[in-house]
C-alpha cells in the first residue's frame, strides 16, 4: 500500500516537563558540552522519569493525529550533546571554548584522539519508542557536518577527515536503529548554513557517509535555529540548500514558516521529498487548520503532493507543552484538509 498523502512529522523534540528539567535554566542555553544540573530528578531515578515523559510526548503526538512521531528527545540537553559527547576521543570533562561570528563565546567538547563509537548510545531510546506506539517511528541523530563545528579539534587539525569519523560513527548507530525498528532516520545539520563556504567543500561526502547502506527513509534537518534562541528576524533563504540535492537523503526538511522562505527553492530539491515548515515557532499563537491548510498549498505549488511531508519549522523543546499540542492538532488538521482535496 502506498504511504498517505501528506504524512505529518515533527522535527524531532517536544517539551519537557518542567518536573524532568530546569526549563529556566534551558531557556537560556544549546549545550554543547554536558549539563547534567539541568536535570531535576536524581540519577537513580532519571531514566524512569524520562521514560515517563517520552511516554507523554509520544502520546501527544497521537492524540494529535501525527503520523511519524518521535520519542520527543526526552532524554537529551540538546539535540546533539547526548550523542556527540558519548564517543571515543571526546574530552568533555574539560572544555575548549569557541567563539562565533558575533563574539560569543561557547563551551564546547575537545577532540583530544580518535572519534570513535564504542557503544550504541540511543538504541534504547529507539527500543523504547518502538515497543510504545504502531505509528511510523523517527529518531534522530546530530549530523557529523554540525557536530565538527561544535568542538575545538586538538587532535585532527583536518576538518574533513575528523567529520568523516563522526559519519561513520553515525552510521554505526544508524545501523543499530534501523535494526532496533527505526522506520526513518533523521540527521540534525543545522550549521550548514551557519558555515556554507565550508560545508561546500566536503559537507555532502560525510553526510552521504553517515547515511550510508540504510535501508529505511533517511531524512537531512536545516534550520536557523531554535526561534526562542535566535531571536529576531531570520534569512528568507537558505546558503547552503541546492548541494542537498546530491546528497543521498530522501528527504529534507527545511524551516518556512517563521522566516517566510520563499519557497521556489524547492525547485532546486527535485527529486527529493521536502519536510516543509508550516508551524511558526515564534508565534505562541496557536494556528488555525486553515492557516495550515494554506501554508501546505503554498508548497504544493512547488512540490508534488507525494513529496511533501509538512511539519514544524524546527523542534518544539523550548515551547509551553499547552502549546506545542495545540500546534501539532493545527498541523494534523490542516493537513487532513488538504488531503481531502487531493482525492
Same mark, same amino acid.
Given at each position: ?198 560545508? %561546500?567543500?566536503?559537507?555532502?561526502? *560525510? $553526510? #552521504?557517509? @553517515? ?5 529505511? !527513509?533517511?531524512? /537531512? ?50 527529486? %527529493?521529498?521536502?519536510?516543509?515548515? *508550516? $508551524? #511558526?515557532? @515564534? ?5 488555525? !487548520?486553515?492557516? /495550515? ?51
Amino acid at each position: 500500500m502506498a504511504p498517505a498523502l501528506l504524512q505529518t512529522t515533527v522535527v524531532g523534540s517536544y517539551p519537557q516537563p518542567d518536573w524532568l528539567v530546569n526549563r529556566e535554566m534551558l531557556s537560556k542555553m544549546v549545550p554543547r558540552t554536558r549539563v547534567r544540573e539541568l536535570w531535576r530528578v536524581p540519577e537513580a531515578f532519571l531514566e524512569q522519569a524520562q521514560d515517563d515523559a517520552t511516554l507523554l510526548a509520544i502520546r501527544d503526538m497521537e492524540r494529535a493525529g501525527i503520523d511519524i512521531v518521535t520519542d520527543g528527545e526526552m532524554r537529551r540537553e540538546s539535540y546533539s550533546n547526548r550523542f556527540a559527547t558519548a564517543l571515543d576521543g571526546i574530552d568533555d570533562e574539560n572544555p575548549g571554548e569557541i567563539v562565533n561570528r558575533v563574539g560569543q563565546k561557547t563551551a564546547v567538547p575537545r577532540v583530544v584522539g580518535k572519534i570513535r563509537r564504542a557503544k550504541p548510545i540511543e538504541l534504547r531510546d529507539m527500543q523504547f519508542l518502538r515497543a510504545n506506539t504502531e505509528r511510523l517511528a523517527k529518531i534522530t541523530l546530530p549530523g557529523p557536518f554540525t557536530m565538527g563545528q561544535q568542538v575545538k579539534d586538538e587532535h585532527y587539525k583536518d576538518a574533513e577527515a575528523m567529520c568523516m569519523d563522526y559519519a561513520a560513527a553515525v552510521n554505526e548507530e544508524a545501523h543499530d536503529l534501523v535494526k532496533a525498528g527505526a522506520d526513518v532516520i533523521q540527521l540534525d545539520e543545522p550549521w550548514l548554513r551557519n558555515n556554507p563556504e565550508e560545508a %561546500k567543500l566536503y559537507a555532502v561526502k *560525510v $553526510i #552521504d557517509r @553517515a547515511l550510508q547502506g540504510l535501508a529505511v !527513509p533517511t531524512v /537531512v534537518h536545516l534550520c536557523f535555529g531554535y526561534a526562542a534562541v535566535v531571536r529576531g528576524g531570520k534569512p528568507t533563504g537558505y546558503a547552503f540548500l541546492p548541494q542537498l540535492a546530491d546528497s543521498i537523503a530522501q528527504q529534507i526538511s527545511i524551516e518556512s514558516a517563521q522566516p517566510r522562505l520563499d519557497l521556489g527553492v524547492l525547485k532546486d530539491l527535485a527529486p %527529493k521529498k521536502v519536510m516543509l515548515g *508550516v $508551524i #511558526d515557532l @515564534a508565534d505562541p499563537t496557536i494556528e488555525t !487548520p486553515l492557516q /495550515v491548510a494554506d501554508r501546505i498549498r503554498a508548497g504544493l505549488k512547488h512540490v508534488a503532493a507525494d513529496k511533501l511531508l509538512p511539519a514544524p519549522d524546527c523542534g518544539m523543546k523550548y515551547l509551553p507543552r499547552a502549546t506545542a499540542f495545540g500546534k501539532l492538532k493545527a498541523l494534523a488538521a490542516g493537513a487532513a484538509l488538504v488531503r481531502k482535496e487531493l482525492l
